[in-house]
């Protein structure tokens, strides 16, 4: 396991060093709206988080960015007055949001570690979490729903967004040009050809919606984004701690 970590740390430093789109920081206006009250945070590529989702005002809340993209999410919610820690595996992403702290003035602090082990953060902690589209690289999403319900507070609430089955359970077919559903699931990059050392893992609803509620969440809130991709479909949830 520690070996799928740490290929994981590499690959998401990389993706990084691309400058891909979830680590580009946000933008002066962004954090301007965010300054006078107007949240507008993405945890998939066009759909925000909508507003009744997200509490009157964020000032002085206890909020964990759970592998927050660099620069994005964290300075955010700090510049609207949470008090934001934010944890990830990547040095490279955190260094984003060190940035952007010293740029603004913020306060974050950051974490190197692993949201399936967050032994740093003490029980019922965190009034909110957030986390982006990040789940695909653990290998087992329940130790991570256990580990937020340990560290959220009751009536706390976790935000996430998340790759749909659909996302690996289809490869695009070339001779043809058309998408074949033929990978059961749940899916590891590892056991399919052609993946080289890049890791990732799908996950089915049950995983995802089960584990919630059996780690003592109750789901609140469910949207989904198609993207340009008939198989591109990320789904967002809020859930609720009992």
């Known amino acids: 396991m520690k070996r799928i970590f740490e290929r994981v740390e590499k690959n998401i430093d990389h993706l990084v060093e691309q400058d891909v789109l979830w680590s580009q920081c946000v933008s002066d206006e962004e954090m301007q709206s965010a300054k006078n009250g107007k949240i507008d945070l993405h945890l998939t590529q066009t759909r925000k988080i909508p507003e009744d989702w997200l509490p009157s005002s964020v000032k002085g809340l206890k909020i964990l960015c759970l592998a927050g993209a660099g620069g ?3 300075p955010i919610l700090s510049m609207a007055g949470a008090d934001v820690t934010v944890i990830d595996l990547s040095e490279k992403m955190l260094e984003k949001d060190r940035q952007m702290a010293e740029k603004y003035g913020l306060d974050i602090r950051c974490v190197h570690g692993n949201m399936c082990s967050m032994e740093c953060f003490a029980d019922n902690t965190f009034d909110m979490i957030v986390n982006p589209a990040s789940l695909m690289y653990v290998p087992d999403v329940s130790v991570v729903f256990q580990e937020c319900s340990r560290v959220l507070k009751k009536g706390g609430c976790i935000i ?13 077919v070339e001779e043809g040009g058309y998408y074949k559903a033929c990978n059961r699931m749940p899916y590891r990059s590892y056991e399919h050809d052609g993946q080289g050392e890049w890791i990732e893992f799908g996950h089915t609803m049950e995983e995802y919606l089960g584990g919630l509620l059996a780690a003592g969440f109750c789901i609140s809130g469910y949207l989904e984004e198609q993207l ?8 967002l949830v809020k859930a609720n701690k009992r």
Do not use: G, K
């Open 160 to 172: 996430l967004a998340a790759p749909a089955p659909v996302v690996y359970l289809c490869d695009w």
């Open 228 to 235: 340009e991709d008939i198989t591109e479909l990320y789904f």
């Open 72 to 74: 994005q999410q964290a």
